[in-house]
């Protein structure tokens, strides 16, 4: 149950902002424009925020590690709490002006949409993935001796106290979730206060959006760590929230005539009629053939390399020296031989298949043809991620069952149930760079230039996952979690990598939707 109840809460911190913007923007008409744009504001927040954050903490005007008690606290959680509002607030007026000089963003529902996107980012790309990795970390440690490892005594009496709740109470993880609800309803009310300082002209409303922001996380950081209910900050939350509540219901604007939407089912029945047609596609193009066979020959040949290389060495003349320099192959030198083919050669097949998705068929006229129907854009690039998404999944269970096979042939078994999971993980990695090639393909006008924004993308995210502090959450981190899994080692998940790849997916894929639906044909 514990498990389930931490799956749960991060997939609601992941699907909730997805499911208000796709509300409000059936209701509204917003664009994923004006949410990607919040999205950006907040993590060009962050980009400034965390760093000078941890200067602060290390020139001392911020508790550099624990947060102290007492009156230490109540400074502590103001300076928090200052820092974080000066540094949205200004995120936001930055974006605001660039909307605003380009005429855009007029309307107050687009407001809404803006905070809902810097809200939801931050409750998908930042809570959700920080959430999953803690959860991680707390489930490799249950049952260890927190003595021989080396943390200080807060840090373990902290540690302590997290594995009590996470053994006792797992539906404390729920809070999260819940605390994400009020958080998202908090930006889009501090979004509309900058938006009215713009549209009124009037700084005012900027500045009361800083202080309202700043005292709402310096109570939640003082009450975090002053209380010890897992209600109580929840609480203070909604408490705080009230008042901006009564002013956002006070300036709702009423009577204003809604954009005519065809049903949702109706759009979903389009949806996947257009993804049956892509698969068709595939189909006759031989894709899924070209895809199965690879994917399949490298799920039967990685576990015959890893084992016949050393007699390979043996039997060529003049290479007998370097056969006695392998070690005996193991099945874990299969598993390491399969993803590493799986991963060079699926990460290419990613970029070609996905470049032409949308920049091939607007080259040969073929996009506004299909767009003359009465098929949403954001059915025509989701219908296209989907059928690749579906490939790739039965190539996936070709080639990991295939594998499976041949290592317990060649070596011992693997252990199913985990090697299939590592290849799920393997799928979503993937997806990551499928759906990156399938953003260059809309942003670009030609299959070659989408084959260069497309890689370009896929090679940041590959630099990324190089870096010391990011890293563990880039796709590259699925693939270090998959390379265990299956083998008799000890495992060491890694949930904010899988809810990383997760949010990365939703992203691009909306970034795609957004640039396309701002394009003419």
């Not at 953003?439 to 370009?456: E, F, I, P, Q, R």
């Not at 949930?495 to 003419?520: D, H, M, Y």
Request: a positive charge; aromatic letters at 10%; hydrophobic letters at 60%.
């Amino acid at each position: 149950m514990t498990v389930f109840f931490f799956c749960l809460s991060t997939a609601l911190m992941i699907l909730l902002p997805l499911a208000l913007a796709v509300g409000w923007r059936r209701r509204r008409g917003a664009s994923w424009g004006l949410f990607l744009l919040g999205a950006l504001t907040f993590g060009g927040a962050q980009a400034v925020h965390l760093p000078v954050n941890h200067w602060l903490g290390k020139v001392g005007v911020l508790p550099a590690d624990a947060l102290p008690t007492g009156p230490a606290l109540i400074q502590a959680a103001l300076l928090l709490g200052l820092s974080a509002g000066l540094f949205e607030t200004a995120a936001r007026a930055v974006g605001y002006a660039v909307l605003f000089r380009r005429r855009q963003g007029q309307q107050w529902s687009d407001a809404v949409m803006v905070g809902l996107g810097h809200g939801g980012v931050e409750a998908m790309g930042f809570v959700a993935v920080l959430a999953a990795a803690s959860f991680s970390q707390l489930w490799a440690l249950r049952g260890a001796d927190l003595s021989t490892l080396n943390l200080t005594a807060a840090q373990t009496a902290a540690m302590g106290q997290q594995l009590d709740a996470l053994r006792q109470m797992p539906w404390v993880s729920l809070l999260a979730a819940l605390e994400r609800g009020v958080a998202i309803g908090l930006h889009v009310i501090l979004s509309l206060l900058v938006w009215t300082a713009f549209k009124r002209r009037n700084p005012l409303y900027a500045l009361l959006a800083l202080l309202y922001h700043a005292a709402f996380d310096a109570a939640v950081v003082y009450v975090g760590q002053a209380s010890a209910s897992p209600w109580a900050v929840w609480g203070a939350m909604v408490g705080l929230g009230l008042p901006g509540a009564v002013w956002l219901w006070r300036t709702w604007p009423r009577g204003q005539a809604q954009p005519a939407q065809p049903a949702i089912r109706a759009e979903l029945a389009l949806f996947w009629a257009a993804t049956g047609k892509e698969l068709r596609e595939q189909w006759r193009t031989r894709r899924v053939w070209i895809v199965a066979a690879v994917f399949l020959f490298f799920g039967l040949g990685s576990p015959l390399l890893a084992r016949f290389t050393p007699e390979i060495l043996r039997s060529v003349a003049g290479a007998e020296q370097f056969a006695a320099l392998v070690p005996e192959p193991t099945a874990a030198d299969a598993v390491g031989q399969y993803i590493k083919n799986l991963t060079q050669f699926g990460f290419v097949m990613a970029l070609l298949l996905g470049m032409g998705a949308v920049a091939g068929e607007r080259e040969r006229g073929i996009a506004p043809m299909i767009l003359s129907k009465p098929l949403p854009r954001w059915a025509f690039v989701l219908s296209k991620f989907t059928a690749q998404a579906l490939v790739y999944l039965a190539a996936f269970a070709l080639a990991g069952l295939g594998a499976a096979y041949y290592t317990s042939l060649l070596f011992t078994p693997l252990a199913l149930g985990p090697f299939l999971f590592g290849n799920v993980l393997l799928l979503l990695w993937l997806l990551v760079f499928a759906a990156a090639t399938l953003w260059g393909s809309t942003v670009a006008h030609t299959t070659g230039a989408a084959a260069g924004v497309g890689l370009l993308a896929s090679v940041l995210l590959l630099l990324l996952g190089s870096l010391p502090l990011i890293g563990p959450f880039m796709p590259s981190g699925l693939v270090a979690w998959a390379s265990q899994l299956g083998l008799a080692a000890p495992v060491a998940p890694n949930g904010g990598a899988l809810a990383a790849g997760i949010v990365l997916v939703i992203l691009f894929l909306l970034a795609a939707v957004a640039v396309f639906e701002a394009q003419e044909l």
